[in-house]
């Protein structure tokens, strides 16, 4: 892919976050289904600006969507994992009761937080330990307005403790397994993701509390 594609893509996503912000503050009910197609283009955006003609990142990728998508069915279907909840309608077309399009999400999330962490630690263990943090905190915030996006639906109202036990565990061990293979992440990229993530989930976020 030119260089120029690349660029004016990752100019779109930024629009793209951005004015999905002011949107979601807006009307909400217009912009939601859309939100599928977000995490679409991000993964896009994402990938071309990684060493895709790396098989073993590409599969990194893969396996950790897979391997989050997995924890997400035994999730719903048997509220062990993460808690009883289940999902909405807004992250698109489900299999076995979980949106796809949030294998990608998990894939993101992991990868690009690990890729920063590997910026300010050397030792793997140390490494995958901040990435699960970054990534568990991220679902925080994200578990604060999910309900109100349509996202998914906890039994109790809001994620437990358990939620984040499993989402720090299942980041932790994608991180440490992939560790060698993650470090070729274009980090540049990465942190743009995670702030557009932070950037558009707080504007959301910050606009409930006002």
Do not use: H
């Not at 999905?20 to 600006?49: D, M, R």
Request: proline share 3%; aromatic share 20%.
């Amino acid at each position: 892919m030119s260089t120029v594609l690349k660029k004016y893509s990752l100019y779109f996503l930024i629009l793209v976050y951005v004015s999905g912000a002011i949107g979601f503050v807006i009307n909400p009910k217009f912009f939601i289904p859309f939100t599928p197609f977000t995490l679409i283009l991000t993964s896009f955006v994402f990938l071309i600006y990684q060493p895709i003609k790396d098989k073993k990142f590409v599969l990194a990728f893969a396996a950790i969507a897979l391997f989050g998508f997995v924890c997400e069915v035994i999730g719903i279907k048997t509220s062990f994992i993460f808690g009883n909840y289940y999902y909405g309608n807004a992250l698109g077309y489900k299999f076995f009761g979980v949106p796809l399009t949030i294998s990608l999400n998990w894939a993101l999330l992991i990868i690009a937080s690990f890729s920063i962490s590997s910026k300010l630690l050397k030792n793997p263990l140390a490494q995958s330990i901040l990435s699960a943090v970054i990534t568990t905190a991220i679902d925080y915030l994200i578990e604060q307005l999910a309900s109100q996006l349509d996202f998914w639906y906890f039994s109790s109202g809001i994620a437990g403790l358990r939620n984040y036990i499993a989402w720090f565990c299942i980041s932790f061990l994608s991180s440490l397994f992939f560790s060698k293979i993650l470090l070729n992440c274009n980090a540049k990229i990465a942190a743009l993701i995670i702030a557009l993530q932070l950037f558009f989930f707080s504007c959301l976020f910050l606009f409930q509390k006002l």
